[in-house]
C-alpha cells in the first residue's frame, strides 16, 4: 500500500464495519438542516471519555458483540452457484448512540429527533448496508438486519460508567441484531461411491 493506505478487498467479516456505517449514514443523511451543520460520525468507547468534546451531531459507538442466540445453529449457507459453506457466525451488536451540542436543549432536541427516526427505520436493507462502504456486495439482497432499540440493564449501565466517566452522556441504546458474518471455507465432498472393489489377503510361504 502507497503512503501507508490500507486498500481492503471484499472480506465476509465487514458486515460489521457495513452496519456501523449502515447507522452513521441513516443519520446523517436525514437530519434536519435547521440544526445546522452536524458531524455524524463512529467513536471509539476511549474517545468518549477523553478529554475533547466531539462537535455537534451524533456518535455511534459499538461497545459490545454478541452471539445471537436465537441463530446459533444455522445449517451450511449455500451460494448461488451451489457450494455449500460452513455455517455463518451470527452476532448482535450493540450500540451506543449520543447526541453532543453545545447547550442541553439542542442536545435533547438531537436525541429526540434520532431516536424517532431510527425507530421510523427499524429493518437495515441490504441496499442500505452496503451503501456505505467501499465494497458494494457485503450483503446480499435478501439480507436484512433488525436495529432495536433497547435498555441498559444495572450491570450495563454500570460497565459503559467504567469506560467513560466522567463524561458519561445521556445515550439511547440500540441493538443490530443477527449480522451475518459468513464463512469462506467451503464444505467440499466427495463424489458418490460407484464400485467398491474388495480383495482378499493372500497368505504366503
Known sequence: TAAGLIVWTFLPWNAIAATTSAIV?????????EFGKL???????????????????FTVCLYRVALNSTLRNLPP??????????????????YLITAWAGNVEKQQRLLGWGMRHLQDNPILTAGLLNRYLKERDVFRPEETVDLV??????????????KVKPRLQTSALYVARMVLIDSEIDLTEGRPVQTRVFEMAKVTG
Open 25 to 33: 449514514g441513516l443519520l446523517d443523511d436525514a437530519y434536519p438542516r
Open 39 to 57: 458531524s455524524v460520525a463512529p467513536a471509539h468507547a476511549s474517545e468518549l471519555a477523553g478529554d475533547k468534546t466531539p462537535p455537534d451531531g
Open 77 to 94: 449457507r449455500i451460494d448461488t452457484d451451489g457450494t455449500r459453506y460452513r455455517p455463518s457466525l451470527p452476532v448482535d451488536l450493540q
Open 149 to 162: 432499540f433497547e435498555s441498559l440493564s444495572l450491570s450495563d449501565f454500570t460497565n459503559i460508567w467504567d
